[in-house]
C-alpha cells in the first residue's frame, strides 16, 4: 500500500467509528481548535483554542507566552500547545499561496448540488479523516466553475488546520512557470533559482496544482511539468489536481504518455461538470 509521505505527522486522526484517545473534545473534532465563519464580520481570529477542552482549562488568560505563576511557580499553561500550533498553522496558511477568495472554508462549506458533487465531497473526506494514510491524492477535472478549485482548497486548510502540515497552492501558468520563467531574468531577485524553487513544490508535503493544463505546450513547459509531477510520484507526495480538461483526452499524447501515466498511478481521478459553483461563493 503507498502511504503518503510527510516530514512531521505521526498519529492518524480520529476516525468514525473508532475509539477517542484524545485529550480534546467531540465539539473540535478531537483537534483542540475551533474555526469561526464569520471571524471576518466580527473583526475575531480564524482559528481559536476549543473554549470546551481548551480554554475552560486556560489559566494565563490565553496571553503569550501562555504561562502562569502558581505558589511561586512559573508553570506552563494547558493552552500553550494548541496556541503555538495555531501560530504555526496561520503561518503555513500564508506561505501556501492560497487565494484570499478560497481561504479558511471547510468541508462544510462545501455544498453539494448533484451526485457529482456528493461523490466529489465523499472523496474529499475520506481524504481528510485519513490523512497521512491515504493511497491517492485526486485530480478533479470539469467544465470552469463547478467547485474545483473550492473543494481543493478546503482540503488544503482542513490538512493545513489539523496537521500544521507544509502545504502549497499553485496555479500552473500563473505561479509556477512565471516564477520559474522570472528566474531566467538578471535583474529579478530569483535569478538562478530555478532549481530551489521546482524542489519547492517537488517537496512540499501538500500541493495543489490548479488550472492544470492551461500550459502552452512547449516542449520546456512539458518536461517541466513532468518533472514536477515524476518527483512528487517518486517522494509520494500528496497531491491534488484540477483542470478543465479531461485527462483521458487531454494529456494521452503528452510527454508521450507519461504525464498520464504518473497521473493515473498517484490520484484518484474525478469528473466535476455541471452549472457554475461559483455563484454560490
Avoid at 141 to 166: F, M
Avoid at 234 to 240: G, M, Q, S, Y
Wanted: aromatic share 12%; proline share 4%.
Amino acid at each position: 500500500m503507498n502511504i503518503i509521505k510527510t516530514n512531521n505527522i505521526k498519529v492518524k486522526p480520529w476516525e468514525p467509528g473508532t475509539n477517542i484517545k484524545s485529550k480534546y473534545c467531540f465539539s473540535c473534532d478531537y483537534t483542540g481548535i475551533v474555526h469561526d465563519p464569520y471571524f471576518e464580520q466580527m473583526g475575531a481570529e480564524p482559528l481559536s483554542p476549543c473554549p470546551k477542552c481548551v480554554s475552560s482549562a486556560c489559566k494565563c488568560g490565553g496571553v503569550p507566552p501562555y504561562y502562569y505563576y502558581d505558589k511561586g511557580r512559573i508553570v506552563q499553561c494547558t493552552c500553550r500547545e494548541i496556541n503555538i500550533k495555531i501560530q504555526k498553522i496561520k503561518n503555513i496558511y500564508l506561505r501556501s499561496g492560497l487565494d484570499k477568495k478560497y481561504r479558511w472554508k471547510f468541508i462544510n462549506n462545501f455544498e453539494v448540488i448533484n451526485k457529482i458533487t456528493e461523490q466529489a465531497k465523499s472523496a474529499a473526506y475520506d481524504i481528510i479523516r485519513s490523512f497521512p494514510d491515504v493511497k491517492k491524492g485526486l485530480f478533479l477535472w470539469g467544465n470552469p466553475g463547478t467547485g474545483k478549485t473550492l473543494l481543493s482548497s478546503i482540503i488544503l486548510t482542513e490538512l493545513v488546520t489539523r496537521h500544521a502540515v507544509e502545504s502549497k497552492f499553485v496555479k500552473i501558468s500563473r505561479t509556477f512557470f512565471n516564477r520559474l520563467k522570472s528566474t531566467f531574468n538578471e535583474s529579478s531577485p530569483t535569478y538562478g533559482e530555478a532549481d530551489i524553487i521546482e524542489r519547492e513544490y517537488a517537496e512540499v508535503d501538500v500541493l495543489v496544482i490548479d488550472d492544470f493544463g492551461v500550459q502552452r505546450d512547449s516542449e520546456w513547459e512539458l518536461e517541466t511539468l513532468y518533472n514536477l509531477v515524476d518527483a512528487r510520484y517518486e517522494a509520494l507526495k500528496f497531491t491534488i489536481f484540477t483542470s478543465n480538461n479531461n485527462p483521458f483526452l487531454s494529456f494521452k499524447d503528452k510527454s508521450q504518455g507519461r504525464i498520464l501515466s504518473r497521473i493515473k498511478e498517484m490520484c484518484k481521478i474525478m469528473e466535476m461538470s455541471g452549472a457554475d459553483y461559483r455563484d454560490k461563493l
